[in-house]
């Protein structure tokens, strides 16, 4: 399994199986099945509400020693209601206990984005807090603290633009070793990906295959599809591969972490396999003529009139 290094020498495995969307009932099993297909990263987050099914199945894994939790790399992430200096710890806690292990691997902050302490999604304007009133560095050094404990080895962030990303870098005694975003042929995220090179941060896709299982709401009518895109097919038709294998290619030949999710146990296969698709230059510059700039969750939810986040200070563009 292709894997990428961290300063110490931690390997994560670079294909990792995403749980966003994945359903309680039906959660639990997936994992199971990609743990004994082989797969070694689990990528989650509390605001998926499956976090104790994840969790079961990676007890039952290292207790009939089918694995050990030392082979496993367990990534979670810091909710937005949860950006307090004095909730971080807790809410990292409530993880470790969920997924049934005494610390994680990577620990992210999930959003630049905050809520008042209990708002699971914020509505009004009363449930939101303005990053100037919470800044991302007084939540950042308590997830410091937390890599000092021991509770993570890794910290970093997801959906952080390469503003907010260089700024916290700046500020940062223990410098964001990931940054998670969505990455795919339409959004390909360039200036991200050379910043992150440059400062040895290493960059996860989410929604690599385009998230077309996402909630309804947060779906636009015209939206494209990735899945079907005549430049994605004819690379798959030429390689023998599925169009969910070529987009998986593609990410990792990019060198970065893909985490597609699936319930499935032959789409998980499938997904594993993507590991062995070898695109060749002709190909990576087709696929580099598809993108768009287009984000399939591109933020809108935490927008609003009573919100005092915009899509453009979320992104800075």
Known sequence: MLSFSFSNQDRLPALGLGTWKSSTGAVQAAVAEALTMG??????????????????????????????????????????????????????EQTLASL?????????????????????????????????????????????????EGLV?????????????????????????????????YLQQRAALDFCKQNNILVTAFSPLGSGDRPTAMKKAD??????????????????????????????????????????????????AAAEVRLDDQDMAAIASLDRGYRFVDGSFLTGPESPYTMAAIWDE
């Open 39 to 92: 797969y070694r990263h689990i990528d989650c987050a509390p605001i998926y509400q499956n976090e104790p099914e994840v969790g079961r199945a990676i007890a039952q894994a290292v207790d009939s020693g089918a694995v050990a939790r030392s082979d496993l790399w367990l990534t979670s992430k810091l909710w937005n209601n949860a950006h307090a200096p004095e909730q971080v710890r807790p809410a990292l």
């Open 100 to 148: 049934r292990t005494d610390y994680l691997d990577l620990y992210l902050i999930h959003w630049p984005v905050a809520f008042a302490p209990g708002v699971l999604y914020a509505r009004k304007k009363a449930e939101f807090v303005p990053l100037a009133d919470q800044p991302i560095i007084d939540t950042w050094k308590v997830m410091e603290a937390c890599v000092a």
């Open 153 to 185: 080895r890794h910290i970093g962030v997801c959906n952080f633009s390469v503003a907010k990303l260089d700024a916290l870098c700046r500020q940062a005694t223990i410098r964001p070793e990931m940054n998670q975003i969505e990455l795919h042929p």
């Open 223 to 272: 939206e494209p599809t990735l899945l079907d895109n005549p430049v994605i097919l004819q690379a798959a038709a030429k390689h023998g591969a599925t169009p969910a294998q070529v987009l998986l290619g593609w990410g990792l030949a990019r060198q970065t972490v893909v985490i597609p999710k699936s319930v499935n146990p032959e789409r998980l296969r499938q997904n594993l």
